[in-house]
Each structure stands twice: as structure tokens, then as C-alpha cells.
């Protein structure tokens, strides 16, 4: 996990120093055993990498003082695809900012290295999750603008799956149940997020 943890964060970050690496992964350990296991670790990766027709191949390199993928090494990963995608969605609106969306959440595999508990991974864990929790409440508010209400809810609902606190997609459910004449399921929605906020949070909503 750990090779698979730096490898991962050089390629979502380009390069890091030696420190910044054991800093990554060993903070709590002595300075004189962690030199040791970055080395092997390192070894390992580049091993790993380097396929057995190309036996002096090397994918991660040292220059000017930090590890890299080397120059030439073309990498692409879901991550950044999900990144690239909403960060253009955030700079457009309506129609165009829902098909930005939808393509960042056909990259989103789920929860980032699921099972690992590193302190960046989990940062990086919730930052995406976050932002996948945003995108499909983009989604929504553009299908409901749109009066696409079944999309508007669909979205909405996906949100909501994951997170019961979100109240915006709450607020956007609940107006697409209006506009779709299922009042008594957008009545339920309201008794819903009303429970949860009280329950978990002790308020009430604060668009209610």
C-alpha cells in the first residue's frame, strides 16, 4: 500500500522531495528507518513499473532534488479526469456545465483507495467525494431549471444517498416531486431532511 500510496501522489502532484514523501507516508516513524524504507519502497515501485521486456526502463526518476514520473511517461488517471472535468463545469453554467458534470461523475470509481486510512488519503478521500457530491446537485439544479424534473430528481436523490444533510439537494428534490404533482412524497421529503437535520445536527432547515 505504501508504494501504491507515493506512486499515486506523484501522479497527482508531479514531484515531491524525499522528505515530502516520507512525510507522506512514515511521519510518526524515526528519521534513520525511514530513509531505509522509502529506498526499498522506491526499488520496489520501480520494479514493479518496469516491464521484463525493457529491463532498464525506469518510470520514476530523480531530478533536482525530487522523485517524478519520468519526462516522456504519459500517465492518465480517473482522478484527474474527474478533476479536469468539473473544474471546466465550474467555469461554465447551464447546459454545458450538466455535460461537464456528467462526464466527471462517469470518472468517479467510488471512494478514494477505499480501505486506507492515511491521513492525505483520506483528505483527498473527502475532497472528492465532495466534489462528486456537487456535481450531481449541479446536475440537478440544471435539470430543474431545465424542468427535466425526473433527471432533477434522480441527481438529487444520488446526493442525498450519500449525504442526508445536503440540503440543497433536498430543496431541489422536493421541488421536482412539486413540479412532477407528487405532493406527498415531496411532503415526506420535508418531514425527512426535517428529521435528520434535527437528529444529527439539532436544527431545523434553513430554507424551510
Same mark, same amino acid.
Given at each position: 500500500m505504501h508504494a501504491q500510496i507515493i506512486l499515486i501522489y506523484l501522479v497527482l502532484n508531479g514531484a515531491a522531495t524525499r522528505d515530502e514523501l516520507i512525510e507522506l507516508v512514515w511521519a510518526d516513524e524515526a528519521v534513520d528507518k525511514t530513509s531505509v #524504507?522509502?529506498? /526499498? /519502497? $522506491? +526499488? $520496489? $515501485?520501480?520494479? /514493479?513499473? !518496469?516491464? #521484463?521486456? +525493457?529491463? =532498464?526502463a525506469e518510470y520514476i526518476?530523480?531530478? =533536482?532534488? !525530487?522523485? !517524478?514520473?519520468?519526462?516522456?511517461?504519459s500517465v492518465a488517471s480517473d482522478v484527474q479526469q474527474f478533476r479536469q472535468a468539473l473544474a471546466q463545469a465550474r467555469q461554465t453554467s447551464g447546459l454545458a456545465s450538466y455535460t461537464l458534470c456528467l462526464q466527471a461523475l462517469s470518472s468517479y470509481g467510488g471512494d478514494f483507495l477505499a480501505g486506507c486510512f492515511n491521513e492525505w488519503v483520506l483528505e483527498q478521500r473527502e475532497q472528492l467525494h465532495n466534489d462528486y457530491?456537487?456535481?450531481?446537485? !449541479?446536475?440537478?439544479?440544471v435539470c430543474l431549471a431545465e424542468a427535466r424534473y425526473p433527471e432533477a430528481e434522480h441527481h438529487a436523490r444520488q446526493s442525498i444517498r450519500s449525504d442526508p444533510l445536503r440540503e440543497q439537494a433536498w430543496q431541489i428534490l422536493i421541488q421536482s416531486l412539486n413540479h412532477m404533482g407528487r405532493m406527498p412524497e415531496a411532503i415526506e421529503a420535508q418531514q425527512q431532511l426535517a428529521e435528520h437535520l434535527h437528529t444529527l445536527l439539532g436544527i431545523a432547515p434553513t430554507w424551510a
Open positions: #524504507r522509502l529506498r /526499498t /519502497t $522506491l +526499488k $520496489l $515501485l520501480r520494479q /514493479t513499473l !518496469r516491464p #521484463r521486456w +525493457k529491463i =532498464n526518476c530523480f531530478q =533536482n532534488g !525530487r522523485y !517524478r514520473i519520468a519526462p516522456g511517461v457530491l456537487w456535481a450531481h446537485e !449541479r446536475c440537478a439544479s
